[in-house]
C-alpha cells in the first residue's frame, strides 16, 4: 500500500464516497481538520483504500476483489484496528488482508439529528458545575482535572483548531470532569458528537444535559448535519440520542477484537461467556487476552474462571497498570472480592509499587 501524502488525499476520495456517507470523520481527515493518514494500492489509479483517524479507527473502502492488494493491506493494517469496511463482503476475506485471527463482527449504529430536542434541561445538584470547553476551561486543567477533555483534543490536528471550529460541554464536579460531550471532526455544517459520563455519575442525565447543550450551541453555530454513533448494544447512549433529536440512520458493521459493548448489562450472559470463551483461547496465542476473557467472565457472572484470568494476566508479562484491575469497567462485579487484592499487588510489584 502506498501512503498518500495529505496534498494527495484526494486521489482516495472516490473510493471513500460510501463510508463519508455516515462517517464525518473521514471527511474530517482528508480536509486536514484531524489528524490521520491514507493508503491506495495504486498512487495514480487505486482500487482499494484505507485510511486511519488517529488511534485504531481504521476505515477499508474498494474492490473487495482484487486480490493483489491483499498482502498490502495484512503489512498495514495492525492487530488491534477498529475496522470498519465499505461492504460486509469484506469479512470474507479477512483473514487474506488482516493478521488478526481472533477479529469478530459487530454491529454499530448511526444517527442524525432531524430537529428539536427533549425537555433535558434540569438544574445540576449543588457542587455541580456546567462549562463551556473553550480556552478558559483549559486554563482552568492546572487547578481541576480536565484530562477526558484533553485527551479528546489529542486526536484534532492542534488544540486551537479545535478551539476555533469544535464545540464542547462537561459537567465538573469536585475539581474533576464528571461527563462531557464534545463535537468531533467538524467539516463546514457537519459534525459528530461523542458523549462520556465517569461511572459513579450514570444514570442521573448528566449525559443528555451536556449533549443537549452541545446539539444547541451546534445549531446556533450553523452546523446543521449533527452525526452520532455507538455500539448496537449501547442502548444507555442510544437512549441519549434520540432524546435530542437525533434518529438511527443506518446499522454497519465492524470488525475488531475488542469488547462489543460500554456498560454492564449491554450484552445478555450468554454472549458475554461467548466472548469470554473466545478471549480465553486468544490468550493462549497472545497474553493480553487474558485481560478481556476475565472482564468477559466477570460481566457473564463467572468470577471464578475471571480471576484465573488476572492470575495468568498479571503472572505473565503484562504491562498494564495495577488500578486497571479495579477500574475498569468489565471487572465492576470483581469489585470487593477478597482475591483481588492480592492480584493487584502482585502486578504492582512489577512497577516497585
Known amino acids: 500500500m502506498y501512503k498518500l501524502d495529505p496534498a494527495r488525499f484526494a486521489v482516495a476520495e ?23 493518514d491514507i493508503w491506495v494500492d495504486d498512487p495514480t489509479r487505486p482500487r482499494v483504500a484505507l485510511l486511519c483517524e488517529g488511534g485504531d479507527g481504521y476505515y477499508l473502502a474498494g474492490d473487495v476483489d482484487h486480490q493483489p492488494s491483499y498482502a498490502a493491506l495484512k503489512r498495514t493494517i495492525p492487530h488491534t484496528a477498529n475496522l470498519i469496511p465499505d461492504r460486509v463482503e469484506w469479512g470474507e476475506v479477512l483473514a487474506d488482508i488482516w493478521d488478526n485471527p481472533y477479529a469478530r463482527l459487530h454491529r454499530r449504529k448511526a444517527f442524525r439529528h432531524i430537529g428539536g ?27 481541576i482535572d480536565i484530562e477526558t477533555v484533553t485527551d479528546h483534543l489529542e486526536s484534532w490536528t492542534s488544540p486551537d483548531l479545535f478551539l476555533q471550529h469544535a464545540i464542547g460541554h462537561c459537567v465538573i464536579h469536585d475539581g474533576t470532569v464528571v461527563s462531557h460531550c464534545m463535537a468531533d471532526s467538524v467539516v463546514g455544517d457537519r459534525c459528530e458528537l461523542g458523549v462520556g459520563t465517569e461511572e459513579a455519575y450514570r444514570g442521573r442525565g448528566f449525559g443528555a444535559l451536556v449533549t443537549r447543550q452541545t446539539v444547541a450551541r451546534c445549531l446556533d453555530r450553523g452546523i446543521r448535519r449533527i452525526g452520532w454513533h455507538c455500539h448496537a448494544s449501547n442502548a444507555a447512549s442510544m437512549r441519549i440520542a434520540e432524546t435530542n433529536g437525533l434518529v438511527e440512520a443506518t446499522t454497519y458493521v465492524a470488525f475488531s477484537s475488542t469488547f462489543p459493548a460500554e456498560n454492564v448489562g449491554d450484552l445478555p450472559a450468554e454472549e458475554c461467556l461467548d466472548w469470554a470463551r473466545h478471549y480465553a483461547a486468544a490468550s493462549d496465542d497472545i497474553s493480553w487476552y487474558a485481560f478481556h476473557a476475565a472482564g468477559s467472565f466477570a460481566l457473564a457472572g463467572d468470577l471464578d474462571r475471571a480471576l484465573v484470568h488476572l492470575g495468568r494476566l498479571v503472572d505473565g508479562d503484562w504491562e498494564g497498570q495495577p488500578e486497571w484491575l479495579e477500574s475498569y469497567w468489565t ?16 502486578q504492582s510489584r512489577k512497577f516497585g509499587d
Not at 463519508?20 to 474530517?28: F, Q
Not at 471487572?331 to 502482585?346: C, K, M, N, S, Y
Open 117 to 143: 430536542m427533549g425537555n433535558v434541561g434540569r438544574q445540576l445538584p449543588d457542587g455541580f458545575e456546567l462549562a463551556l470547553v473553550d480556552q478558559t476551561l483549559l486554563d482552568r486543567g492546572v487547578s
Open 14 to 36: 472516490p473510493l471513500l464516497d460510501r463510508l463519508t456517507a455516515t462517517h464525518a470523520s473521514i471527511e474530517a481527515v482528508a480536509s486536514g481538520v484531524l489528524d490521520g
Open 331 to 346: 471487572f465492576t462485579a470483581l469489585r470487593g472480592h477478597p482475591e483481588l487484592p492480592d492480584i493487584v499487588a502482585r
